[in-house]
């Protein structure tokens, strides 16, 4: 029902939540995670950070992180600049006007559908998506990049260089 954008914020902003809170993890291991070309989510991380989702910062120990807590986040906020949810209130039909006064012939059972997913885009928060398993912040702590992803199944070789020495 998405778009592919939109798709692939929903699982970045969900596997963020899972992160402890002050984590920035870096646009190449969140690709790998959520698989996902890393050319294009990083355009996606982006267009998050923009629109006040995520929080980037630049340089070593750098990377994206969600902008409030997971649970002050609604599904809404993270696909609206992928695929606004307004779109939903369109004709299905692609009719000019389409409301209860001039009805297409799929208003009766389109307008049911298309305010339930409003709802649950408007009432549903990225805590909720990501489980109960949604780290708390802890006071007092520093924060953490999160470690590199390595795909499954893989191991990481160290370099010809560090071997030799």
């Known amino acids: 029902m998405l778009n592919q954008s939109a798709e692939y914020a929903v699982r970045v902003a969900v596997r963020l939540a899972k992160l402890e809170p002050g984590v920035w993890a870096q646009a190449n291991d969140l690709a790998a995670d959520v698989d996902v070309p890393a050319n294009y989510l990083s ?5 998050m950070a923009a629109a006040g989702v995520l929080e980037s910062r630049r340089g070593r120990g750098g990377g994206f992180r969600l902008g409030r807590p997971a649970d002050a986040i609604t ?6 600049p992928f695929d606004p949810p307004a779109r939903y209130r369109d004709c ?7 409301n209860a006064a001039t009805a297409c012939e799929a208003h009766a ?8 997913v409003l709802a649950f885009l408007n009432e549903t928060t990225v805590a909720q998506m990501a489980g109960s398993e949604v780290p708390r912040p802890r006071t007092g ?5 999160v470690p590199r992803a390595t795909p499954r199944g893989t191991r990481r070789v160290k370099s010809a260089k560090r071997m030799k020495a």
């Not at 299905?92 to 389409?98: A, D």
């Not at 702590?141 to 990049?145: A, F, K, L, P, V």
């Open 43 to 47: 355009k996606i991380l982006h267009q």
């Open 75 to 80: 599904m809404a906020e993270v696909v609206t």
């Open 92 to 98: 299905l039909l692609g009719g000019s006007r389409c």
């Open 109 to 116: 059972q389109w307008k049911p559908i298309a305010d339930r």
């Open 141 to 145: 702590t520093r924060s953490q990049r």
